[in-house]
């Protein structure tokens, strides 16, 4: 390898792999002659879709196939890596295969055998990874290196290596060239036994993640039990990096570094978003993986001026931008909604108890189930009983009509609903049982309550209500409102 | 040595030069990154700038070195600002969220660089990432030299550098250390977080341009770890990372020249020898660091374990010395059977003890010696006074006595005697009815 950096050699060689996964689809086709210069994106033809779509090459066939076994597998093992903390243990990984690949090649060459021997180079990848994972466990165990830096060593150093050893093979017989297309994706086709290489790995790891599930999801989110159901933590790790390490190499040799870390990452993180369940996760990860590489080369398959690699991340990372805003367990948007409908109803029971408390200190408190409207309240009385602005009191009160709980009048006036009034003699009940709770039991100053009961009333369930007023109050009414235990601070100044 | 002797100061002292430079301008950083778990990012950063490199090309249509620059930069701090954004408002694990930021802006360089190049021919493996060989080739005028570019835009570089780690020092410190403490002193963590990102992010680019991206993500992390090694001070850790990052770059070098000769091959890549260079180093530093290295805490178990046993030693000959007055040696077997330990062990102890005086030859076995006696009373005092004190004050059962004495024995200094003598009342004898010796007289 060239002293340019690894980037270079993953760019080039990502552009030539576009041109080779694109290559059988359109191999007979009128783009074959354009310039080879011209690399501007041309829309698929009806015929080209026909071609895709119905599999008809059977390149494409392979191609597509390979690429999905190897997103499902991929996505399965990038889960548990994930939630392990190891997001990044496949960047490091894959780095460290780079050694074993060159020294394999310079030790054969000096033998004379074939360097290029697949088989012995994927051996010598394997085993230099193997060994970067030794020594990222032995100094996060032995050492006081932390996990991150011991990936960032493990990661640099034996690059750093592996393009020495590459350097050298480089001048050794001038027939290295190839490796590289080696380390970051093959250059030829990815022929039929490549296909079957990455089905057959991407099955047994499927497998094997399947068989050890249980034991996974311990060593995931419960390491100390785990280790006292007498599970060896070290094995486990071990195990679960080896997978990573497996589906890496298989991953390299077929569609390059940066791909084959996207693909343990990137759908894991997304289908995170949509599950608090372990075995569903991994399910839609394996999904996500195998369905964003299906369609990144199809995609590519149509467009053969993009590099595939490349659409394959992006559309793997265009489904976690999704699964980020859209999901709706974690996902942004639902959490905001969430908040959002929270704030509203505590922006709106704090509305109702200001208008009630007003009307109690004047001796017209609304009672539960009354069947008429409640007694005018002036809105502008009710700025100094919270911080809230003119502008915020109009809004929540508009937004209180809106639900039929209010009817503003001429004057600046308003008058709670029958259901206005329930519900906000309901949330006075609430706050002040909350308050006599506190003062009774929790020994909190009556001049205290009034904040904390601010802050519970909104999300008291019945259940909670119900131990409440049998421990207030036992056996008195328990739809009467009490009466506040604090003196109200701003009702009455009139 | 093999290979050196071509060595030309006009060439390779600009190359040595500029992977210092680039290394300890990195290294600096790095303290802060390792510390606040980040090492990671010099890497995501060097894959995550090339659609910046790409973008910048497509705008200006040329292969201008500023914009270009300007554009990574721009990009890398995006990266860092994503990384943090997804992780706080998406919730996801810190690595997760950098894997996904740094697959998926590389993966979209990719497609724009691709799409540049029926512009312009656009080689990235010479635009974007240069190489170390070449720094002595591009040259501008400083006065009346010629200095390589690469060598004054590091400089450059490593003086903003230093310049922000001193004058932020405290601030730093603090926001990596204890982020709530720096917060409740009116630091705002933020706010250092994301100049760290930037400097982060131009010296990557910086360095990268020049020097190769291998060296710089090496550098960010590798000499950093040796120095994390070697000691708990900052201040220290930071001098020393920069010393180790100097001293890997220029082993790296002549590594790079050195070491294929061995096997018969010309010079290898030298930014790669550098990072195998630091990793070199940091394995030493693992092995051999004053408080925390491998090899150092070994021996000082091994050293340890010896005092113990050429104790237990002494203590077996007092004990023989008090059994038979007339016989007071105890021969080789003797003491084999009693003290469980392997040849290799007895031998060594047996050799300390008697380079210290404390035994002598005697027959087939040894004897204490003068000096040798009052350190084992005091330690068959220890013991004894141990056994008494564990049964009358602590209630221990006597079938534990000794052998929680015998570990106890080895840790109690005379003040310590003096205050279980107190407590247990200076008695006589021991609970096994053995007497308890005084305190020796020097």
């Not at chain 2, 107190?422 to 096994?432: L, Q």
């Amino acid at each position: 390898m060239s002293p340019a950096g690894r980037l270079a050699a993953v760019l080039l060689l990502a552009m030539i792999f576009a041109s080779r996964v694109s290559d059988p689809a359109v191999a007979a086709d009128e783009t074959r002659q354009a310039s080879i210069t011209d690399r501007s994106v041309q829309w698929p033809t009806a015929g080209q879709w026909r071609r895709l779509l119905l599999l008809e090459d059977y390149n494409t066939r392979v191609v597509l196939l390979g690429a999905t076994m190897l997103g499902f597998a991929g996505g399965a093992v990038g889960s548990f890596a994930l939630l392990r903390g190891r997001a990044l243990m496949g960047d490091a990984l894959s780095h460290a295969a780079v050694p074993g690949i060159g020294l394999v090649f310079l030790a054969v060459t000096m033998a004379g055998g074939d360097a290029k021997s697949f088989v012995l180079l994927l051996a010598g990848a394997t085993c230099s990874s193997l060994l970067g994972l030794a020594v990222i466990l032995f100094l996060r165990n032995a050492t006081r290196i932390k996990e991150d830096a011991a990936l960032g060593i493990v990661l640099s150093v034996f690059f750093g290596a592996g393009a020495a050893a590459l350097g050298i093979a480089q001048q050794t017989t001038g027939h290295a060239a190839g490796l590289e297309g080696f380390i970051y994706g093959k250059t030829a086709s990815m022929v039929a036994s490549d296909a079957l290489l990455i089905a057959g790995a991407g099955l047994t790891v499927t497998v094997l993640c399947l068989l050890l599930f249980k034991e996974f999801k311990l060593l995931c989110f419960d390491e100390g039990f785990a280790a006292s159901r007498g599970y060896s933590i070290l094995l486990l790790d071990i195990a679960l990096m080896g997978l990573v390490v497996a589906v890496t190499i298989v991953g390299l040799q077929a569609v390059g570094a940066i791909l084959m870390i996207a693909m343990l990452v990137v759908p894991a993180c997304a289908a995170r978003f949509w599950t608090e369940r372990m075995g569903l996760m991994t399910l839609l990860s394996a999904i996500i993986g195998a369905a964003s590489a299906l369609v990144g080369a199809g995609m590519s398959a149509l467009l053969p001026r993009l590099p595939s690699g490349a659409i394959i991340v992006l559309v793997a990372s265009v489904a976690f931008v999704v699964s980020m805003l859209g999901a709706p367990a974690r996902g942004i948007l639902a959490r905001a909604m969430r908040r959002r409908r929270l704030n509203a109803k505590v922006h709106r029971q704090h509305l109702l108890r200001a208008v009630y408390e007003w009307l109690e200190s004047h001796g017209q408190a609304p009672r539960r189930g009354q069947h008429d409207e409640s007694d005018q309240v002036p809105i502008a009385e009710l700025l100094p009983m919270r911080s809230w602005s003119q502008g915020e009191l109009r809004s929540y009160v508009a937004r209180a009509e809106s639900r039929g709980l209010l009817r503003t009048g001429p004057g600046n006036l308003l008058r709670l609903s029958p259901l206005g009034c329930e519900e906000a003699a309901a949330n006075v009940h609430n706050h002040r049982m909350w308050e006599l709770y506190l003062i009774h039991f929790a020994d909190v100053a009556a001049s205290r309550v009034d904040r904390d009961a601010d802050a519970i009333e909104h999300v008291l369930d019945p259940t909670i209500l119900a131990e409440l007023e049998s421990l207030v109050h036992e056996g008195a009414a328990a739809r009467v409102v009490p009466t506040s235990p604090h003196p109200m601070p701003h009702a009455g100044e009139t | 040595m093999a290979g050196l002797e071509n060595w030309n100061w006009a060439l390779d002292g600009w190359i040595v030069a500029a992977g210092v430079l680039c290394a300890v301008a990195s290294a600096l950083l790095g303290n802060f990154l390792v510390l606040r778990k980040m090492s990671m990012l010099g890497d995501a950063i060097s894959h995550a700038v090339l659609p910046g490199l790409a973008a910048a090309f497509l705008i200006t249509g040329a292969r201008e070195s500023v914009p270009m620059f300007l554009g990574a930069a721009l990009v890398g701090v995006l990266t860092a600002l994503l990384t943090e954004w997804i992780r706080r408002y998406g919730r996801v694990d810190e690595g997760g969220a950098m894997g996904v930021v740094f697959t998926a802006l590389f993966a979209l360089g990719l497609v724009m660089i691709v799409q540049a190049a029926d512009q312009v021919d656009l080689d990235p493996g010479c635009v974007l990432y240069g190489a170390i060989e070449l720094t002595p080739l591009d040259t501008v005028e400083l006065g009346s030299f010629h200095v390589p570019r690469v060598v004054v835009v590091l400089s450059i570089v490593l003086a903003i550098n230093l310049l922000v780690v001193v004058l932020f020092y405290k601030e730093l410190k603090l926001t990596s250390f204890d982020p709530e403490l720096a917060k409740s002193l009116g630091i705002n963590a933020q706010s250092m977080h994301y100049l760290l990102m930037t400097l982060v992010a131009v010296t990557a680019v910086a360095s990268f341009e020049t020097v190769g991206n291998i060296l710089v993500v090496a550098m960010f992390v590798v000499p950093v770890a040796a120095a994390y090694m070697c000691t708990d001070r900052l201040a220290t850790m930071i001098v020393a990372s920069s010393l180790f990052a100097a001293a890997s770059a220029v082993l790296g070098h002549i590594g790079a020249i050195v070491v294929p000769r061995w096997i018969g091959y010309r010079s290898t890549t030298t930014a790669g020898m550098m990072a195998v260079a630091a990793g070199f180093l940091f394995g030493l530093a693992v092995l051999l660091a004053p408080r925390y290295g491998l090899l150092v805490k070994l021996l000082r178990r091994r050293l340890f374990a010896l005092r113990i046993l050429a104790e237990d030693v002494l203590a077996l000959l007092y004990r023989a010395e008090e059994r038979t007055p007339d016989e007071p040696a105890l021969a080789r077997s003797q003491l084999r059977q009693q003290l469980d330990r392997g040849l290799l062990a007895r031998r060594a102890a047996y050799a300390w003890l008697r380079r210290q005086g404390d035994i002598r030859r005697q027959r087939d076995g040894y004897a204490l010696t003068e000096q040798g006696r009052r350190r084992a009373q005091s330690l068959v005092r220890a013991h004894r006074l141990w056994e008494q004190y564990l049964e009358t004050a602590a209630g221990l059962g006597e079938r534990h006595l000794h052998e929680n004495a015998e570990q106890l024995e080895h840790f109690t200094n005379e003040e310590l005697r003096r205050r279980l003598a107190d407590e247990t009342a200076s008695p006589r004898t021991d609970p096994h009815g053995a007497p308890i010796p005084p305190e020796s007289q020097r």
